[in-house]
Structure formats: structure tokens, C-alpha cells
């Protein structure tokens, strides 16, 4: 079992950036590959990034995001992070973190509770 939370979400001005990170539960985080979803109003939910398990060497991105975003983990700390640079209003969702056994494609096993990125015109 897994538990996952995340933070660093807020209201931001277009072009600006955001870091959220997503703090898991347990011994076994090294273990799982990890993602970032997200779900704007009246949307579907879609795959943002996801990471490999262990070192992260290998990551994943939605072409939408490439270039402006960067996933990365550091396991001495549970934690996941995505880095979101030159934010445009299009990005403004609300965004999961996931856990999962492979980073491609990513199926998520565990999720978040969300946190909420505003991103203003």
C-alpha cells in the first residue's frame, strides 16, 4: 500500500512556473515507477509524465508539456516532483499523482488526492 500526497499547487500568472511535489507513504517507493495526471473542468483525465522506478533514468511526456515540463524523484526523500515552466491557462487543472509498476506505458495502482494549479491569463 501506498500513500500519496501532494502540494505546491497555487494560482500563477501565464509564463510563470510551479513545482509540485507528491510525498509518498512507505518503504517501498524506490520500487514504484511514478506519473503526474491531471483533469481540467469537464475534461478526462490525461497522462502528463510519469518516471521509471529505482534511478529514474527514463521519463515520459504528453507533447503538450514537453520542453516546458520536468518530472524527477529522489527516493532518499519518497518524494516526486514536476516542474512546470512557461505555464500556459491551458495547463490549468487540477493534478494527481500516481504510482504504478511501469513508467510506459504508466498504469497507475495509486493515486492522490490532487492539488489544484491555476494558471491565469
Known amino acids: 500500500q501506498v500513500q500519496l500526497v501532494e502540494s505546491g499547487g497555487g494560482l500563477v500568472q501565464a509564463g510563470g512556473s510551479l513545482r509540485l511535489s507528491c510525498a509518498a507513504s512507505?518503504?517501498?517507493?524506490?520500487?514504484?515507477?511514478m506519473g503526474w495526471f491531471r483533469q481540467a473542468p469537464g475534461k478526462e483525465r490525461e497522462f502528463v509524465a510519469s518516471i521509471t522506478r529505482w534511478t529514474g533514468a527514463g521519463t515520459r511526456y504528453v507533447d503538450s508539456v514537453k520542453g516546458r515540463f520536468t518530472i524527477s524523484r529522489d527516493n532518499a526523500k519518497n518524494t516526486v516532483y514536476l516542474q512546470m515552466n512557461s505555464l500556459k491557462p491551458e495547463d490549468t487543472a487540477v493534478y494527481y499523482c500516481a504510482a504504478g509498476k511501469w513508467y510506459s506505458p504508466f498504469e497507475p495502482e495509486y493515486w492522490g488526492q490532487g492539488t489544484q494549479v491555476t494558471v491565469s491569463s
Open positions: 512507505g518503504r517501498t517507493f524506490s520500487s514504484y515507477a
